[in-house]
């Protein structure tokens, strides 16, 4: 059977600054709706406590990071406070074929080269209810110096900029109604006209094939 695009999955980029609730929301959509698949992002950045190798992050040392680069192994990849990200295209490229929507959790600066590459992909921007909260969700984490927490501050400034370029800016103040309303919109949008190109396209052929 040919495949159409109504078969095929969509790319869900997931940004916004850090603190704003975008991880757990995402292993929260993936827990509830089998139809999402979590891609695994490259750093060169230290795991955090708890964190492991091939589940939260694929941990690699910056060499390697830049060769992968060169290979185009990656679909995207962008420096963000000091460390390397980047997105093995092969496991998202597999899973779309799949039928499987795929969640990327990418900052604004890799979220447009996916955008470049893949203009059917959805961005998403998750921000917390004001900024009194996102600096109160920095501190809580425990695990990051003044000097980071303040980095990060001065990198939302700089993201906030690139908020109009997202598709839909989403509020996380509660977070099983940020889950709730991010599938809606994930899958409302598969279905807008230009998405699906491809199912048009192949519905034309065979009927002037009739």
């Not at 492991?52 to 406070?81: M, Q, R, S, T």
């Not at 949008?189 to 052929?205: F, M, S, T, Y």
């Amino acid at each position: 059977m040919i495949q159409t695009f109504k078969d095929r999955g969509i790319i869900a980029v997931i940004s916004g600054f850090s603190g704003a609730g975008k991880g757990t929301i995402m292993k929260q959509l993936v827990s509830r709706y089998d139809r999402y698949r979590l891609s695994v992002s490259m750093t060169t950045r230290e795991p955090r406590p708890g964190e492991v190798d091939g589940k939260e992050y694929f941990f690699v040392e910056e060499e390697a990071f830049l060769k992968l680069v060169e290979e185009d192994g990656l679909i995207e990849h962008a420096n963000y406070v000091g460390h390397f990200y980047g997105t093995p295209k092969k496991f998202v490229e597999e899973q779309l074929e799949a039928g499987k929507d795929v969640l990327l959790e990418i900052e604004i600066q890799g979220a447009l080269q996916i955008k470049k590459k893949f203009p059917e992909s959805l961005l998403i921007f998750v921000t917390p209810p004001s900024v009194e909260e996102l600096e109160r969700r920095l501190r809580g984490r425990g695990t990051e110096t003044e000097e980071v927490i303040q980095s990060r501050i001065h990198r939302a400034q700089e993201e906030a900029k690139g908020m109009l370029s997202y598709d839909y800016i989403l509020v996380n103040d509660q977070v099983d109604a940020c889950v709730v309303q991010m599938h809606e919109v994930i899958q409302a949008a598969k279905c807008e006209g230009w998405r699906r190109k491809d199912l048009a396209d192949q519905i034309l052929r065979e009927l002037e094939e009739k």
